[in-house]
Every structure is written in structure tokens, then in C-alpha cells.
């Protein structure tokens, strides 16, 4: 983190105290860091003592002509490399969702094109009001990036998720951010919103033998699937990853099980239940020799090639996504198709019992199969959602950013 520069948007709420303590982390580790308080964040801490902290001037308003003279609103937003809301209110989510822009804080998120990291802290009933949802859905779709917010005591007394994250975990998502390595991955894994959750992610083609050295197989990298891998990994989840051959190497911090065939994909994918997410992400191929020439199949004289017979093979997904005490909290399957791709992808949905179908379009000229890049549409219950084309880490980052919000969402359904 040395010599990046950060800027620190506090907003309006108890766990303000708690960014004084997070700006000490970031000096700590070299950063420099700029920081404008909103109107309710300057009640809960003083300008003073976060300019003392960070060593520069804090700002509060957006019409103090002299700073707006010397700085403008315009290169704060720009020239930091990295933008942390922390503590993001409810009123503050909101307003970004909406792109307000009535104070510097809000002006400078509307005007800056760097990454925005938020750090959620609400009272649990406002983090679950639907306009909240609404509000981290459209943040979420124009790529802001969140930690937390954790479970636990509130302030207000009352018990559940809306708590802020803790400076280690801010931390933690700003190294990933920069590339670095963790500085503590006990201390990082604690507070992460998968953090105790368990991820089984399938991934790559299948091999199918007909002889000892023949096999049906598709064109899957692989790619997307370990990308979730590391995903959920970062986000501190216990991650098994069921693949089939690819070249790709491990992703680190995740348990590896490697298979051949359909069938083999199964049974390491049952035995790798429970789990609290599983996202199918596998090409497994639709059907298998169905008598494995047990030697290699030799021409015949006449020239004549031999007539394969071929077998189904057994739906991974649809199966680990059948009501049962061992069902995943939430199922995401994949819906590669080259024609008539949401519709396809829907009937896919409830055919086979996925909660969350991402659909992409594998048509030849997209790049996608084998590529870095994807262009893929989310199908939920709730509907369709388009999501800009982006790279296969990227996609993977924002899937499970949201799986880990939904699954928020069911456990507090359920109590
Ligand atoms: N899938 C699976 N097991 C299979 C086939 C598919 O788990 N035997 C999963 C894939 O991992 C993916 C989803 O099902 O999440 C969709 O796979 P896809 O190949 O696109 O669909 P198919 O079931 O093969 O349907 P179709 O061939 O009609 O497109």
C-alpha cells in the first residue's frame, strides 16, 4: 500500500469512531490518505481529528470556496487510486445509487472515475428495507465494491447484519484491490462476508473415454470456474473445487478435487455436500460412450469409421439442486448457449432447479469460450438482469458478492 493514495468519505454514523482507527491502518502501511467528512459524519467525528490523523486538511464542504479554489471537488476525485466509504450510511448508499451530488462527498463520488470501495453500517431493519436492496443491486451494477457489513450487536441495541466491517477486513479488500498479498489471513478472513461458508464451485470440461485413448470432450477452459473459485476464496469462504482437465493451475487458498469424467464429477460434487452456495460452472459433457471400448478402436478394412452409441450422463446440477436436507442455500447453474440465449437460459432456470442461472452467449465471434472476457445476464426468480461485458475475475468477483448478500438474505429470512 506504500505511496497509494486513498481518500476516505465518512459518512453519518456511530461506526465513524471506528475510521479514525482504520486511517491509523493505512498510514501504518504507507498510504496517504485525504479525507472529507459528510455533514453527519462531522457530528460523530471532528474534522480535527482526522486531519491530525491523516496529516492533510479534512473537508466538509462543497461550497468552501477557498478549499474549492485550491483543490476542486473534481481533482479529489480524480487523482486518488483507490475512493473508501466507510462508514456508507443508508442515506449515503442511496444517495449514490441516485447519483446526488448536494455536498463535496457526494460530488466527488458522482465525479470520480476510480474504483469505489463501500463499507456499509446501518441498523439491521434499514440494511434489509427493500429500498436498501434496491440501492446495493444498482450499486452493485455500476461496479462499487463492498465489505460488509457484519453481524452482530448494534449500537441501537438491536442484533444482526448492518454492523460495519472491521478495519483488518477493509484492509484486507483494499491489498486485494492493489494486488498485494494479505498481511494477516487469519485476521483477514474474519469479518469477510463468506467468511464460515462453504462454496462448491464445479469447473472445466469433462472427458468422456471411448477407447484407452479417445474422448468426447468440449472447448471449457475452465477459466470462469476457478475465477469463482478465487472469488469466494477471497471473500473467506471454505472453497472445495470440483475440476475437470484443464491446464489452469490451482487457485491458492482452495481444495482442490480433480476429475475426468461426468460421472466421477458427480460423486466428488455429492461428497463435497454440504456446502451453503454451489455454483455449477462445469461444461460436463451431455453424453458418454456407451460401451468403453476397453481397446483402442481399430479401422476396419472397407475404410468404414465404427458407429458410436452414446449415453446421457447424469445433470450435476440438476441433481445437487433437487429439495433435500443437503441442498445448497442457494444452487447457480450456467447457461452457455448459442442462439435464443434468455430464453434458453430461463427455461434452464426452472427446468433444472437452479435458484440463479448466468447466461452467456458462447456463439463463436463472442470470445467468451476459452477467452478472459465475458457478457453474461444474471436470471434470478425476480427476473433478468444485463450485466456489462467484463473480464471472467471481474464476473466472478460480483457473482459472489451478491451470492453472499443473498445468502444474508435467506439466513435472515429464516430466523
Ligand atoms: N450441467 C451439469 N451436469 C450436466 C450438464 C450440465 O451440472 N450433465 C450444468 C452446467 O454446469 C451448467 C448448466 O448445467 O451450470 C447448464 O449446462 P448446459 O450445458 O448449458 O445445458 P444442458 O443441460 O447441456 O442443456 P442443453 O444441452 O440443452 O443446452
Not at 474534522?47 to 478549499?67: G, I, R
Not at 474549492?68 to 483507490?82: C, P, S, T
Not at 478472513?189 to 472427458?207: D, H, N
Amino acid at each position: 500500500m506504500q505511496g497509494k493514495r486513498i481518500l476516505l468519505i465518512v459518512g453519518g454514523g456511530v461506526a465513524a469512531y471506528k475510521s479514525l482507527e482504520f486511517v491509523r491502518c493505512l498510514k501504518e502501511r504507507g498510504a496517504s490518505v485525504r479525507a472529507i467528512l459528510t455533514k453527519g459524519g462531522a457530528e460523530f467525528v471532528t474534522p480535527l481529528s482526522l486531519s491530525v490523523l491523516t496529516e492533510e486538511k479534512a473537508l466538509t464542504d462543497l461550497f468552501d470556496l477557498k478549499d474549492e479554489a485550491e483543490i476542486g471537488h473534481i481533482r479529489l476525485a480524480r487523482e486518488a487510486d483507490l475512493v473508501v466509504v466507510a462508514p456508507a450510511t443508508a442515506d449515503l448508499l442511496a444517495k449514490m445509487a441516485h447519483g446526488l451530488a448536494d455536498d463535496l462527498a457526494t460530488a466527488v463520488l458522482l465525479a470520480t472515475d476510480k474504483q469505489v470501495l463501500a463499507v456499509p453500517a446501518m441498523n439491521v431493519r434499514m440494511w434489509e428495507h427493500p429500498a436498501t436492496r434496491r440501492n446495493m443491486a444498482t450499486l452493485r451494477a455500476d461496479g462499487i465494491a463492498f465489505v460488509g457489513p457484519e453481524e452482530g450487536e448494534m449500537a441501537c441495541g438491536e442484533y444482526g447484519l448492518g454492523r460495519m466491517a472491521e478495519p483488518e477486513a477493509i484492509l484486507a479488500a483494499i491489498e486485494r484491490f492493489f494486488g498485494e498479498k494479505p498481511v494477516a489471513t487469519s485476521l483477514r478472513a474474519r469479518g469477510m462476508p463468506l467468511y464460515g461458508r462453504k462454496v462448491l464451485i464445479t469447473s472445466g470440461p469433462t472427458q468422456e473415454p471411448i477407447d484407452p485413448v479417445r474422448y468426447i470432450a468440449n472447448r471449457s477452459s475452465g477459466k470462469q470456474g476457478h475465477a469463482l473459485a478465487r472469488a469466494a476464496a477471497e471473500l473467506g469462504a471454505e472453497v472445495t473445487l470440483v475440476s475437470g482437465p484443464v491446464t489452469l493451475p490451482d487457485p491458492e487458498g482452495v481444495k482442490v478435487v480433480r476429475v475426468d469424467t461426468a460421472h466421477e464429477m458427480l460423486a466428488a460434487t455429492l461428497a463435497a455436500l454440504p456446502a451453503d452456495i454451489a455454483i455449477c460452472a462445469a461444461a460436463v459433457a451431455d453424453w458418454r460412450a456407451a460401451d468403453e471400448a476397453l481397446q483402442k478402436l481399430k479401422k476396419q478394412p472397407d475404410g468404414s469409421g465404427p458407429s458410436l452409441k452414446l449415453a446421457a450422463n447424469p445433470d450435476i446440477l440438476a441433481t445437487i439442486a433437487k429439495p433435500s436436507e443437503n441442498r445448497p442455500r442457494l444452487v447457480v447453474g450456467f447457461a452457455a448457449e448459442t442462439e435464443n440465449l434468455i430464453e434458453n437460459a430461463k427455461g434452464k432456470r426452472l427446468r433444472k432447479g437452479a435458484d440463479w442461472i448466468v447466461a452467456n452467449d458462447v456463439w463463436p465471434g463472442t470470445g467468451a469460450m476459452g477467452g478472459d472476457r465475458t457478457q453474461v445476464h444474471l436470471i434470478t426468480s425476480a427476473g433478468v438482469e444485463d450485466w456489462p461485458p467484463m473480464s471472467k475475475d471481474e464476473m466472478a468477483a460480483r457473482l459472489l458478492a451478491r451470492a453472499a448478500d443473498a445468502l444474508s438474505q435467506i439466513r435472515s429470512a429464516a430466523e
